[in-house]
């Protein structure tokens, strides 16, 4: 009985030890194109940011109150459509050709009005120095709203996905 105490309080010292070595990660500093050095606080992170209101939800409606989602939208698309930006098909991360953007835009259960929720892919950086925070997107999915036989909302179906230029 002592030998087994003593062999596992010997393990849990040198294992106590052996983490006390474990680095953390380093902060990594950015420069993004200015004097300031900015710490990468997020390197990818995805959000989802509902863009139309599902349901007359007042804070809903004060949150996008200086949006203007139909040139987002409508910008995002006339980019797809000039060749400018690629779309990609969400799940399978595949080019989508502009005759499945036409198809999808023909379908009866999309339709560019009920976009109501993007996903972005973006870096988060820091300036502690300066208090200043930004945000650099990667890339964009829309999604449209789909609805139950009630004609009530039951979710969001991704339309397509776009990578932005990162580096100029």
């Known amino acids: 009985m002592y030998q087994s105490n003593s062999l596992l ?3 849990v010292i040198i294992l106590t030890l052996a983490s006390c070595n474990i680095k953390q990660n380093e902060p990594v500093l950015v420069n993004l194109g200015e004097e300031n050095n900015y710490l990468a606080i997020a ?8 863009i139309q209101n599902p349901d007359e939800n007042e804070w809903t409606d004060y949150t996008l109150r200086n949006l203007n989602k139909e040139a987002l939208v409508n910008e995002i698309f006339s980019s797809v459509y000039d060749g400018k930006l690629t779309p990609y098909e969400f799940f399978k991360n595949e ?3 502009i005759e499945d ?3 999808l835009e023909d379908d009866p259960e999309f339709d560019r009005d009920q976009i109501g929720k993007v996903q972005f892919e973006e870096a988060w950086y820091y300036d502690a120095e300066n208090h200043k925070m930004v945000k650099k997107v990667h890339s964009i999915m829309l999604a449209y709203e789909i609805y139950n036989p009630l004609g009530e909302i039951k979710g969001y179906k991704p339309a397509f996905k776009v990578y932005f230029k990162t580096e100029d």
């Open 9 to 11: 309080m010997a393990l």
């Open 95 to 97: 080019p989508l050709t």
């Open 43 to 50: 390197d990818t992170i995805i959000t989802d940011v509902v």
């Open 101 to 103: 953007v036409k198809n």
